[in-house]
């Protein structure tokens, strides 16, 4: 993967592999009993893929064309990807707090 992508498939490899390893794991401790996922687990993976997914539309519709970011003096390139941070955690957050999982529900999470 690293051939063809660059440092973008070194960092791709590196998520499947974490992700793969996850997997392993939970199928592992569900096999020998040790761990049973809770109830509501489906419902929160699903609300991740789905403001997962919002952010990356906002950050693809909001991204400069690639000349920007090759023509622009150095401040301008910080500031513009500045932005993009903040607006994909905006969107991230507004979409899982408009799924139920706002601060409200972190701070009962937390109070556990």
């Known amino acids: 993967m690293i051939g063809p992508l ?3 498939g070194l960092a ?5 592999a974490a992700l793969l390893q996850a997997g392993l794991l939970a ?3 569900l096999r020998r009993g040790d761990w049973t996922p809770a109830p ?3 419902r929160f993976c699903f609300a991740l893929l789905l403001a997962t997914l919002a952010m990356a539309l906002a ?3 909001a991204l ?3 000349g920007f970011w090759f023509a622009a003096p150095p401040l301008f390139r910080g500031a513009a990807l500045a932005g993009l941070v903040v607006l994909g955690l905006v969107v991230y957050a507004s979409a899982l707090t408009l799924l139920g999982y706002g601060p409200r529900w972190l701070r009962s999470l ?3």
């Open 110 to 112: 937390l109070a556990q």
């Open 12 to 16: 791709l490899a590196t998520g499947l």
């Open 6 to 8: 660059a440092h973008v």
């Open 27 to 29: 199928r592992a401790l």
């Open 64 to 66: 400069p064309d690639a």
């Open 59 to 61: 950050l693809f519709l």
């Open 40 to 42: 509501a687990l489906a």
